[in-house]
Each structure stands twice: as C-alpha cells, then as structure tokens.
C-alpha cells in the first residue's frame, strides 16, 4: 500500500552521562536525542503517526581533530533540519525501505550541502548522515506498521514490499521477535572493576563495579573497550576484566560466560591485534577461550588502510566491520580484507540494517547488533532489530549504565525490556503496530 507524507516534526533532548564513557581515546559526558514524529497518509485517506528516536553520538558519528564536539553536534542539527525538508516535500510513496533507497542520495546531497555552508574544515561523512537520518527512516517504519496494523517487521511480504527486496529480507528477518535475547554490558575504558577502583562514587543506587553489575544484573556478556595502541595496556585489562568477571561469576555459580573486544579503530594494523591474541591466550588461556567476537579494530578508511588485513586474526575468532559499513560496497572491501563479520545499528537507518542482516548471512557471516547509547525508543528500536534479525544472540544495551535517567519514561512501560534479568531483556512483547511503541 502506497502512503503519502503529511508532515515531519522534529526535536532533541539533551541528558548528562552518569558517568564518563571512555571509548577510542575520547571521554563522552552527555547525549543528544533527535526526535522525529512523522504523519502519513494511506491510500485510503486514514492518517497514521510514526515516531523515531535516536542518539546523535558524534563523537562516533562526526569524529574530528579539526572540529570542536559543539560544532560538529551544530552540523547535525542543521543537516536534521535540511533531511525533514527533503522528507516531507519528496512527494514519493511506497514503503519505507524503498523511501530510504531513494531519498538517501538526496541527504548526502544535503550533507555536502551543509557542509559547505558553514564553512567546515572536515565534511560530514557518510555514516554521520545515516545517523542524522535514522530517526525519519525509524518514525516512517513505525507509521507503516500502524497504518496496516502489523508489526514493521511483519510489513516485508511481496503484497506491501517491492518483490526483489521481499525476497532478499524475508528468509533473514523473522516476522515476529525471539523472546529474549541477551545483552551486552560495556565496560569502558576508565570504568572501574573492584571496589578499590572507585575513587569518587556516584552514590545513586546503581552499581558502580563491573562486579556490582554482574551480580545485579546476571550479566553473561562483557563488551571490552579497548586502547588499540598500547599492547601491555590492553593485555593488563583484559586480564584485570577476566579476575573481576570470575570473581563475579564465581559468586553467581556461572561458569560460562563471554566476551566481545572493541579497540574502536584505534590499532595501527592488523599485526597488532594478531599478537594481542597470541599473547592472550598465552597469558590468560580462559580469557582468550570467551571471547565471541572482535569489533573494528584499525581505522574506518577501508580504501586507505587495506594492508590492515584481518584474515590470520577472523581464523581465531570473528573480525566484526562496525564503523565502514555504510553499503554493500564497503561490505564487499571488508571481506576483502578479511572481516567475517557485521554489526548491525539501527542508528545507521533500520532500512539499511535490515538490508545488511540479509546481505551478511547470505555471505555466511557473524552477526551483532550494536547500539549507540540508545536510550527510551532508540534501545526499543535497536531491542527490535536484535529480536527480528536471524543469527543475532545479543546486543549492546549501554544507556542503562551511562544515561539511565533518559529510560525512565519508558521503563514503566516496559519494564522486561529494560530490566535485565540473567544476562538477558524480554522481547516478546515487540510485536506492534509499527515499532512497538
């Protein structure tokens, strides 16, 4: 069914951390929310409202020596303001997924756009342009499902999709989702692991410990933000993680748990992560043995970096391409040099997540969902891409340690999705209309 855009209305939200997230040798202290309602209309004249909800995080998003975090925060904004124009006057319909095929060349457009208009030393890149854009791509999808009272998941057969696509998605996206899936707890590259780690306590009820999260929360899965350039450093924190995960665990009765490592481009070649396994599991054999998967470990250039080869390092455990991949063709050069994996975001647009899940198991490869310190609808919005895509067993959910005040207002709501309960959120309950909302 063909739907016609009425209008688009967006707004932010700005909350503090509560405490610093260090992550690729940069400290994020706060996180700006773009909101976007959109209004459609269906073919039958009945009107539908959708809503999306993401992170800006440009730190990651728009990172810049050139650029100061307000200027770089400013060119979202403005490139925010410049997408809802092109939303609302493209006069197109369809579903969302063909919407955001065909406006997408038009937000980079606008991107190049802004960019000139203000005079930056750095352009805004591709992948910053995806963020900006995800919420309209997100409220589009939540509006769809609502205008045929199904879930946006269940609104990908021939008779509402373009057939090529229906068959490219169907037999990688459930239609309804997984009941529970588990989640991964980050600890950041300052975040303290024992008592004697915490030098000023944030004194809020929540843990303040690695181990005070394990023992609250059942946590299983450890994401491990990592330095990438000082292989003594790296070594000495996982090892540290490893003591304060057992000790933990032991306490808990667990013996089985895992880990993802996240260097955030920061190694300066593929070498480099090659020998920090060698010598891990030299060192701390069980350490080595729960790790799933590694996350984009050298620099997002893949066109200017492809001696970072990771063929010899995806043999011991999954090379995951996270900051590159923003199409099929930087999907295609990430296999190149080696990668065996993809982390899925729903910050890069729900659209081109969904059409990455289908393209990645077709090639045979791992899959993850990572988030971007989503909270409220934004971790909804990813819970349901990690519920719905086949292959994903957990998912980042980072905003319930670093901003957990911005998921209040929806805790109430759903409190299986944002309480943890044995390493783990309950999923069962994203089956629509539209998001889930």
């Known amino acids: 069914m063909q739907i016609r ?4 209305e967006l707004s932010y939200e700005d909350w503090p951390y509560r405490t610093p997230y260090m992550f690729g040798g940069r400290s994020v202290d706060r996180a700006t929310l773009l909101n976007v309602r959109c209004e459609i209309a269906a073919a039958d004249g009945r009107t539908c409202s959708g809503f999306g909800s993401m992170s800006l995080g440009n730190m990651w998003a728009f990172p810049s020596r050139a650029l100061s975090y307000d200027q770089t ?32 060349p038009e937000y980079l457009r606008a991107a190049a756009e802004v960019s000139r208009e203000l005079a930056l030393a750095e352009p805004i890149p591709k992948l910053c342009t995806m963020v900006v854009a ?12 609502k205008a045929h009272g199904l879930s946006s998941y269940a609104a990908l057969g021939q008779e509402l999709l373009r057939p090529d696509l229906s068959r490219a998605l169907l037999p990688h996206i459930c239609s309804t989702p997984r ?19 915490v030098q000023t306590p944030v004194g809020d009820g929540l843990p303040e410990t690695l181990g005070g999260w394990i023992r609250r929360d059942g946590i299983s899965h450890i994401k491990i933000k990592l330095n990438g350039n000082d292989l003594a450093a790296d070594l000495d924190r996982v090892v540290a993680i490893d003591r304060a995960s057992a000790e933990a665990q032991a306490g808990l009765g667990i013996s089985s748990w895992f880990y993802c490592l996240d260097f955030n481009e920061q190694c300066p070649d593929g070498d480099y992560l090659l020998e920090f396994l060698y010598k891990l599991r030299e060192r701390r054999p069980a350490a080595f043995d729960r790790i799933q998967y590694i996350e984009q470990p050298t620099a997002r250039d893949l066109a200017a970096s492809r001696s970072n080869r990771m063929h010899e390092a ?53 899959l993850c969902v990572q988030d971007l310190t989503c909270p409220g609808a934004a971790f909804i919005a990813s819970a349901g891409l990690a519920a719905h895509a086949r ?47």
């Open 5 to 8: 855009i009425l209008n688009v």
């Open 314 to 366: 995806a043999r011991l455990r999954p090379v995951v391409i996270d900051e590159s991949l923003t199409d099929l063709e930087t999907l295609e050069r990430a296999r190149e040099l080696g990668y065996t994996g993809v982390a899925l975001k729903a910050c890069k647009q729900l659209s081109q997540a969904l059409l990455m899940a289908a393209a990645a198991r077709e090639r045979g490869m791992f």
């Open 391 to 437: 292959g994903v067993t957990a998912m980042e959910a980072n905003a319930r340690q670093y901003v957990p005040r911005a998921n209040q207002p929806w805790e109430s709501r759903f409190p299986g999705l944002f309480r943890v309960s044995r390493g783990a959120i309950e999923t069962a309950a994203l089956t629509g209309p539209g998001l889930g909302f």
């Open 134 to 145: 995800s919420p309209f791509d997100l409220a589009l999808h939540d509006a769809y499902g």
């Open 179 to 197: 009941r529970r899936i588990f989640v991964y707890h980050s600890v950041g590259a300052s975040d303290p692991l024992f008592d004697s780690d």
């Open 73 to 104: 925060l400013a060119a979202m904004k403005a490139l925010a303001a410049r997408i809802r124009s092109i939303t609302v006057g493209c006069g197109l319909g369809g579903h969302p997924i063909e919407l955001n095929i065909a406006l997408e």
